[in-house]
Each structure stands twice: as structure tokens, then as C-alpha cells.
């Protein structure tokens, strides 16, 4: 996985993300692929692709956005 090491703020089509859990707007991004149960156990071929994941500068909660 990839780690840049700068929180920043983060936007989504349009919109400013912000933290389900605390309400923060700054976050880490991680590049990553989706490891989940199905995919492990039956491979599921749309569970492969990448993702990028965006943690939480304050409390950590990770946001997780398949790549296109």
C-alpha cells in the first residue's frame, strides 16, 4: 500500500468528504485493493480492483472508493 503522509481535504464529486464518525474534513490517502471474505473464498473477479482509501486525520474511520 501506498501512504501519503499529508492530511489534506478530500473532494468527491463535488463534495467536500468529511468523517462519518468525529466530522473531520482532513484525511491520509491510501492506495489498496478490497480484501474482503467473498473475494478470498470465491474470488470474486469485481472485488480485485483497486481502491483508494481515505483515513481519518483525527480519529482514523477509513473511507473506501473503488477506482474507475
Known sequence: ????????????????????????????????????????KWGYEELKRPTTCYVCSVCNNINEFLDK
Open 1 to 40: 500500500m501506498k501512504t501519503e503522509n499529508i492530511a489534506e481535504t478530500i473532494q468527491i464529486n463535488g463534495k467536500t468528504l468529511s468523517c462519518h464518525h468525529c466530522g473531520n474534513t482532513t484525511f491520509f490517502t491510501l492506495k489498496g485493493r478490497i480484501v474482503t471474505i467473498a473475494k478470498i
